[in-house]
């Protein structure tokens, strides 16, 4: 596994009350559900990247207030209509 370090200052802790070892899973699942948000990641990878399962991820999403579908209504109606 590759590793990055971010240099960040001391405050950012302790404005979000979390150790530092808490902080950085934090960032990778806030990081992870953002990419997925914006379709740049499957929802398997994402989970990969955030380190938890697929079922985590999901209830990851759902605190984050992001969709588990990367469908947009449009494009549901469209599928609907094409099945007929």
């Keep these: ?16 009350h979390q150790a530092p070892k808490e ?26 990247i955030a380190g938890l399962t697929r079922a985590a991820f999901i209830d990851a999403l759902s605190r984050y207030q992001v969709s588990p579908f990367q469908y947009t209504a449009e494009e549901v109606s469209e599928e609907l209509r094409d099945a007929d």
């Design 23 to 48: 902080f950085a899973q934090e960032m990778r699942v806030a990081a992870a559900v953002k990419w997925y948000e914006l379709g740049r990641l499957s929802q398997g990878r994402a989970a990969e």
């Design 1 to 16: 596994m590759t590793q990055v370090i971010l240099d960040l200052p001391e405050s950012a802790f302790a404005t979000l």
